[in-house]
């Protein structure tokens, strides 16, 4: 999306603002207020670990395996799916935590006199994250369901002796 709204000296991407909408509204119809506020901690220490991983690739590159960007995207989506498996609050989690590690990166770094928010790199990072989360989670359902039914058909089969 190439719509950018400049408020002083911080220009946002109109995706910035449809990844918030996706979050908020996932956010919204999430039953339970303490199942919001769980959802929300998790987004939050996703935004923190996003700034993280930026600033230990950006001071030591010797960490980035083949490019910083996509090892970034791809340890977060293993946190989200070590920290939640139900797909859309995955994905809010996701959002929330690179809508606020965006903002992070955008407040300390300027560029040409601008902080930037949800330009090319945020938006490809996300769809990484996003894909990367839910293929792994899919992944570990069908073997965990495999596993099970294996382990059950051992079982009666031993039972039948």
Request: proline residues 0%.
């Given at each position: 999306m190439r719509i950018?709204?400049?408020?002083?000296?911080?220009r946002i991407q109109l995706v910035y603002l449809v990844v918030l909408t996706i979050a908020f509204s996932i956010l919204f119809v999430t039953?339970?207020?303490?199942?919001?506020?769980?959802?929300l901690s998790i987004g939050l220490l996703m935004g923190s670990l996003h700034f993280l991983f930026q600033q230990l690739l950006e001071m030591d590159p010797?960490?980035?395996?083949?490019?910083?960007?996509?090892?970034?995207?791809?340890?977060?989506?293993?946190?989200?799916?070590?920290?939640?498996?139900?797909?859309?609050?995955?994905?809010?989690?996701?959002s929330i935590g690179y809508l606020l590690g965006d903002m992070y990166q955008a407040g300390i770094h300027e560029i040409n006199g601008y902080h930037e928010l949800g330009f090319a790199d945020f938006q490809?990072?996300?769809?990484?994250?996003?894909?990367?989360?839910?293929?792994?989670?899919?992944?570990l359902q069908a073997v965990y369901s495999s596993c099970r039914n294996v382990l059950r058909y051992w079982i009666d089969r031993k039972g039948d002796r």
């Open positions: 950018v709204i400049t408020i002083q000296d911080v039953q339970g207020f303490i199942h919001k506020i769980h959802l010797i960490l980035i395996v083949r490019n910083a960007q996509w090892q970034s995207a791809l340890l977060l989506a293993v946190v989200a799916v070590v920290l939640q498996r139900n797909a859309w609050e995955q994905i809010a989690a996701i490809d990072q996300w769809w990484l994250s996003i894909f990367t989360a839910r293929t792994v989670t899919i992944i």
